[in-house]
């Protein structure tokens, strides 16, 4: 578990891939945390991982690879890139169907950095491109500001991936949450009703009613409540639910 701490790599956006933090260990818990970089900032590379009240920073697939990962009640930062390069949120490594891998953001926020913010219609920017064939991003309930294309999501290369992925959106709320001009790739989904939305949550997508407890990290409500409060702390209108 890391608590309070920054991962920055300080090579820029010239020096393309620099990762700040390659994360592969089971049962990992990362509170109020940051992480700092341009591409490929977040490297979740395998097994279970949490991520809470955390910061993340980037420009280019700043959040890859193949672990089991629910982001939540995070600020998601895209930051300016070189000229003529594409943000692009998420890159997703599964290869196989049966995996149980995928990357779910949950309650956060998804906003341009200061030094995009008053160049950002000079940048487009995407929630995620097929890294793999059987690439899983899931974004619920958070909130999507008007950084973000129409579309959503990106090609990596031709049609690879995209009737094999599964790219889903859940009550989304802000600018870039509109779904009315979305891709039609087949695998892309939005998701209608709760029980779908329900198989991402922590607990079911990460067991973590097993082990998350024994950290003591404050977790957010369930998904028929639409906003946590700031710091992890509980409203009195539902139980708490992971």
Partial sequence: MARNMTFENT??????????????????????CSFKGYQDTLYVYSQRQFYRNCDIYGTIDFIFGDASVVFQDCNIYVR?????QDNTITAQGRTEQNQ?????????????APDLKPVQELFKT?????????????IMKSELDDLVDPQGWKKWNGTFGLSTLYYGEYMNTGVGANTSNRVKWPGYH???SV??????????????????????VALGKDLTHTKLLPHG???DDSEASL
């Fill in 233 to 235: 702390e509980e409203s």
């Fill in 11 to 32: 090579a820029g956006p010239a020096r393309k891939q620099a990762v700040a933090l390659r994360a592969a260990s089971d049962f990992s818990v990362f509170y109020n």
């Fill in 80 to 84: 300016r890139p070189l000229i003529n």
């Fill in 100 to 112: 149980t891998t995928g990357i779910v953001i949950h309650s956060s926020r998804i906003m341009a």
């Fill in 195 to 216: 029980a779908e939305a329900t198989n991402f949550t922590v607990e079911n997508f990460l067991h973590g009613r097993s082990w998350l407890p024994a950290t003591q």
């Fill in 126 to 138: 995407y929630l995620g491109r097929p890294w793999k064939i059987y690439s899983r991003t899931v």
């Fill in 190 to 192: 939005v998701i209608s």
